[in-house]
């Protein structure tokens, strides 16, 4: 039929003014809907009606087909089933391996620690089970490699009332609950073989007596033989201590090697046990630090090692190294380690000796140790001048000791301070004094290595010759605070001078501070120095002196400096 009239139009939805696009949407942000028959705004975080957990239905009983989400490489989920994840897990299983847990103490058993373990008794024990630890269906493997009995005390049963796992033997045990109760359960079954063991043997000192001991098991034994060759020999276990199930005796000691002690039942030889394999290490003794230097009455530190770990050690020195030393002293031993110190009371060559102290045929010669008697001497000109340099040489023993030299008015008191290093050439040590006064001076020269000083004859120190300075000018202009300013000037009469340099504003009165040396030239008629510019601009002045004060002059011209 023909359409109805057109209602008015309605007031529309409204929002908010949006100027501009966007890429994202946050919680906040509305968007529109339809809603019976109706625009409406709706928050986005509202539209999407997140649930918790807890809010969700339960499922049914897992099934094969049941699928997760997970994440393949990407950030992009995609499901996977219950029965692909397990055709996973089944390919990893034959992967497995059980883990082995060593016991060494008497023990409970715990399915956080041993469940589905193996475990290996390596020292005779007692194991026990708390049930409410372990649970049904906890298992585990038993073996034991020790020396002694294992024995099952409570909380763990058997179908024979055994209680006892002999060494070498090995059993299940397996939690499990029923109409009877709950217990820990193994067969107590075992073999009835006469058993002998022998328990581990540490590695004794050489030619050391040391005590062999362990199991008897279903076996009578009134009598022991030992072999510590693999068999090939035997002989009676001296003065054996034997009971029901254990027994012990000494074994004299062994000279350095690698064995395995074998015990027998004398009266049943086929029942033999057999230790671990140990070595009996061949004592010795060595040096870690040995000067081949030294002094006369000074120390020389020495230090080593030695085996066994604790064996004294005595130290001598000899003029000799196939000729022992006729005094010794102890060395200080702790664990493998030893220190000493030896004074050497003559110069000549040297050899150190070490001996273990009980065992003197264990011992070790250094090479030759040089013993010097320690010198310095010094000397230096008779005369110099003031504010001129004073070459001075000497000798010092040893020769690669460092040595230090000063000037002083004294030739009874070394100096406290003020020392300079010389230099040292194989022994032979060489530097420049330099006195800045008239006077009588003197030399030193100090080892502090040796605590030696020595001192040289006086030095007559007097007034330098005359001298006058000029300048020549060096013209141009140069910027403050950067690079140098050439300047130089004669010396008349020429002559080896110190000269010292600096620039002022003021042609009346000489710089305090400032003065830079400059290097004398030309056959001693030049002096001469690249000198730092000012940080300030200004026309300077140039002034001169020697090091000590003396002769100070200052241009008639001026140095611009912008």
Same mark, same amino acid.
């Given at each position: 039929?023909?359409?109805?009239?057109?209602?008015?139009?309605?007031?529309?939805?409204?929002?908010?003014?949006?100027?501009?696009?966007?890429?994202?949407?946050?919680?906040?942000?509305?968007?529109?809907?339809?809603?019976?028959?109706?625009?409406?705004?709706?928050?986005?975080?509202?539209?999407?009606?997140?649930?918790?957990?807890?809010?969700?239905?339960?499922?049914?009983?897992?099934?094969?087909?049941?699928?997760?989400?997970?994440?393949?490489?990407?950030?992009?989920?995609?499901?996977?089933?219950?029965?692909?994840?397990?055709?996973?897990?089944?390919?990893?299983?034959?992967?497995?391996?059980?883990?082995?847990?060593?016991?060494?103490?008497?023990?409970?058993?715990?399915?956080?620690?041993?469940?589905?373990?193996?475990?290996?008794?390596?020292?005779?024990?007692?194991?026990?089970?708390?049930?409410?630890?372990?649970?049904?269906?906890?298992?585990?493997?038993?073996?034991?490699?020790?020396?002694?009995?294992?024995?099952?005390?409570?909380?763990?049963?058997?179908?024979?009332?055994?209680?006892?796992?002999?060494?070498?033997?090995?059993?299940?045990?397996?939690?499990?609950?029923?109409?009877?109760?709950?217990?820990?359960?193994?067969?107590?079954?075992?073999?009835?073989?006469?058993?002998?063991?022998?328990?581990?043997?540490?590695?004794?000192?050489?030619?050391?007596?040391?005590?062999?001991?362990?199991?008897?098991?279903?076996?009578?034994?009134?009598?022991?033989?030992?072999?510590?060759?693999?068999?090939?020999?035997?002989?009676?276990?001296?003065?054996?201590?034997?009971?029901?199930?254990?027994?012990?005796?000494?074994?004299?000691?062994?000279?350095?090697?690698?064995?395995?002690?074998?015990?027998?039942?004398?009266?049943?030889?086929?029942?033999?046990?057999?230790?671990?394999?140990?070595?009996?290490?061949?004592?010795?003794?060595?040096?870690?630090?040995?000067?081949?230097?030294?002094?006369?009455?000074?120390?020389?530190?020495?230090?080593?090692?030695?085996?066994?770990?604790?064996?004294?050690?005595?130290?001598?020195?000899?003029?000799?190294?196939? +000729?022992?030393?006729?005094?010794?002293? !102890? @060395?200080? %031993? *702790? $664990?493998?380690?030893? #220190? &000493?110190?030896?004074?050497? /009371? =003559?110069?000549?060559?040297?050899?150190?000796?070490?001996?273990?102290?009980?065992?003197?045929?264990?011992?070790?010669?250094?090479?030759?140790?040089?013993? +010097?008697?320690?010198?310095?001497?010094? !000397? @230096?000109? %008779? *005369? $110099?001048?003031?504010? #001129? &340099?004073?070459?001075?040489? /000497? =000798?010092?023993?040893?020769?690669?000791?460092?040595?230090?030299?000063?000037?002083?008015?004294?030739?009874?008191?070394?100096?406290?301070?003020?020392?300079?290093?010389?230099?040292?050439?194989?022994?032979?040590?060489?530097?420049?004094?330099?006195?800045?006064?008239?006077?009588?001076?003197?030399?030193?020269?100090?080892?502090?290595?040796?605590?030696?000083?020595?001192?040289?004859?006086?030095?007559?120190?007097?007034?330098?010759?005359?001298?006058?300075?000029?300048?020549?000018?060096?013209?141009?202009?140069?910027?403050?605070?950067?690079?140098?300013?050439?300047?130089?000037?004669?010396?008349?009469?020429?002559?080896?001078?110190?000269?010292?340099?600096?620039?002022?504003?003021?042609?009346?009165?000489?710089?305090?501070?400032?003065?830079?040396?400059?290097?004398?030239?030309?056959?001693?008629?030049?002096?001469?120095?690249?000198?730092?510019?000012?940080?300030?601009?200004?026309?300077?002045?140039?002034?001169?002196?020697?090091?000590?004060?003396?002769?100070?002059?200052?241009?008639?011209?001026?140095?611009?400096?912008?």
């Amino acid at each position: 039929g023909p359409a109805g009239p057109t209602g008015a139009a309605g007031a529309g939805l409204q929002g908010p003014a949006v100027g501009t696009a966007t890429s994202s949407v946050s919680s906040a942000d509305y968007l529109p809907l339809w809603q019976n028959g109706a625009l409406a705004w709706i928050p986005y975080g509202q539209l999407l009606a997140g649930q918790t957990v807890d809010e969700l239905p339960a499922a049914a009983p897992v099934a094969d087909g049941d699928e997760l989400l997970v994440a393949q490489g990407s950030n992009t989920l995609s499901v996977q089933s219950f029965g692909s994840i397990w055709t996973y897990v089944q390919g990893k299983l034959p992967s497995v391996q059980s883990g082995v847990v060593e016991l060494a103490v008497n023990t409970v058993l715990d399915s956080t620690v041993h469940n589905q373990r193996v475990l290996v008794a390596s020292a005779p024990l007692t194991l026990t089970a708390n049930f409410a630890n372990t649970g049904a269906g906890f298992a585990c493997t038993l073996i034991n490699l020790s020396a002694g009995a294992v024995t099952m005390g409570t909380g763990i049963s058997s179908g024979t009332g055994g209680t006892v796992l002999p060494p070498g033997a090995s059993t299940q045990l397996v939690g499990i609950s029923y109409s009877g109760g709950s217990t820990v359960w193994w067969s107590g079954i075992v073999s009835n073989t006469p058993t002998i063991t022998v328990g581990a043997i540490s590695a004794p000192a050489v030619n050391t007596a040391f005590v062999v001991g362990g199991g008897i098991f279903n076996d009578a034994v009134t009598a022991l033989d030992y072999s510590t060759n693999g068999g090939s020999s035997w002989s009676a276990a001296p003065s054996p201590v034997i009971s029901a199930n254990a027994y012990s005796f000494t074994l004299p000691g062994l000279a350095a090697g690698t064995y395995t002690v074998q015990v027998r039942d004398r009266g049943n030889q086929s029942v033999v046990g057999v230790s671990n394999s140990f070595t009996v290490a061949a004592p010795t003794i060595a040096f870690t630090t040995m000067p081949t230097t030294g002094q006369i009455n000074a120390a020389l530190n020495i230090a080593g090692t030695v085996s066994p770990g604790g064996t004294a050690v005595r130290v001598g020195l000899s003029s000799s190294a196939t +000729t022992a030393p006729t005094s010794w002293s !102890s @060395a200080t %031993v *702790s $664990g493998t380690g030893w #220190s &000493a110190s030896l004074t050497p /009371g =003559a110069a000549g060559s040297f050899y150190v000796w070490a001996q273990q102290t009980a065992d003197t045929a264990v011992q070790v010669v250094s090479g030759a140790v040089s013993v +010097t008697q320690a010198s310095l001497t010094i !000397s @230096a000109p %008779v *005369s $110099g001048t003031a504010g #001129s &340099a004073l070459n001075v040489s /000497g =000798a010092v023993t040893p020769v690669g000791d460092a040595v230090n030299i000063q000037l002083t008015t004294s030739n009874s008191t070394a100096p406290t301070s003020g020392w300079v290093a010389a230099a040292n050439n194989a022994g032979v040590i060489s530097g420049a004094l330099t006195s800045g006064a008239v006077g009588t001076y003197y030399a030193w020269a100090q080892d502090p290595s040796s605590g030696l000083t020595a001192v040289s004859s006086a030095i007559a120190v007097t007034e330098a010759a005359a001298v006058s300075f000029g300048f020549n000018n060096p013209g141009g202009s140069y910027t403050h605070g950067s690079g140098t300013i050439g300047l130089n000037g004669a010396i008349s009469p020429a002559q080896a001078v110190s000269v010292q340099v600096a620039l002022s504003t003021s042609n009346s009165t000489a710089p305090t501070s400032g003065w830079q040396a400059a290097s004398v030239i030309d056959s001693n008629t030049l002096w001469a120095i690249y000198y730092t510019s000012p940080a300030t601009a200004g026309a300077y002045y140039v002034w001169v002196q020697t090091t000590a004060g003396a002769a100070t002059a200052v241009s008639s011209f001026t140095v611009t400096v912008s």
